[in-house]
């Protein structure tokens, strides 16, 4: 119990220790990872997860609310965080660009993103296009028939979510439509998914003051029905 009050005295003891504690944890999991997988996939890793954690650390930073001289102290601990986190996640990239893979890490990287990558891409897209085009269908029917509007700019994201959901379904669905250009092609999904998100997510914000109840219940469903299937696709795989 001493060590658990020692740790929450810590933590309380001013407001940016917990700021300090979890970039000090970001620093030792990426350690931990670049030393462990000292190739250029653990290079990635440790970009993702200082990423990742600079992203995590600066959004509680906004979280906090200070005031006078803690209020000057947050945009200076913002800016060591950005520098320090940023600084570490940019070098590692560098380093896994520019450092030409071995002909193991290559053929190991091509195995991955035909046996997990893509497919993790297809599921995704599959969900989105589904779920965007429900809402989209519900909300054309809603407005047609004088129910409560919903925003035609929502309306416009969904569409957008929805195509570029589709097409990305059409790429990662057939393999051989990136052969020799597998690392590419996924690279490329992977961007076109990073940019759906917040597409989606604005039409989601302006969807939940509308219904959330619906919003919420037709994205659960959808997700249990995809899991339902990657669940008998896994087991007809083992059986073939």
Not at 71 to 85: C, D, P, R
Not at 215 to 220: F, K, P, Q, S, T
Request: with cysteine; hydrophobic share 60%; charged share 10%.
């Amino acid at each position: 119990m001493w060590l658990l009050d020692g740790f929450a005295w810590l933590y309380n003891l001013n407001s940016f220790t917990g700021v300090l504690l979890m970039w000090f944890a970001v620093l030792v999991l990426t350690a931990a990872v670049t030393m462990n997988v000292q190739s250029n996939r653990g290079k990635l890793w440790g970009f993702m997860i200082t990423s990742a954690g600079a992203v995590f650390i600066l959004v509680y930073l906004e979280s906090l609310n200070l005031i006078g001289a803690e209020q000057a102290i947050k945009g200076v601990m913002s800016n060591f965080v950005v520098m320090t986190l940023g600084g570490l996640g940019s070098g590692l990239l560098a380093v896994a660009i520019t450092q030409k893979p071995t002909p193991d890490e290559e053929t190991q990287a091509l195995r991955f993103i035909r046996d997990r990558l893509l497919d993790a891409l297809e599921y995704a897209f599959v969900f989105f296009a589904i779920c965007s085009l429900t809402l989209l269908a519900f909300g054309l029917v809603f407005n047609w028939l004088g129910f409560p509007p919903i925003d035609e700019h929502d309306l416009l994201s969904l569409l957008i979510v929805c195509l570029g959901a589709l097409l990305g379904y059409a790429i990662a669905s057939r393999v051989s439509r990136l052969k020799n250009w597998e690392q590419l092609g996924a690279g490329a999904l992977v961007v076109l998914l990073l940019l759906l998100l917040p597409v989606y997510a604005q039409a989601l914000a302006g969807l939940w003051d509308w219904s959330a109840p619906a919003v919420l219940g037709l994205h659960v469903f959808a997700a249990l029905a995809l899991l339902r299937t990657i669940w008998f696709h896994r087991l007809e795989w083992r059986n073939a």
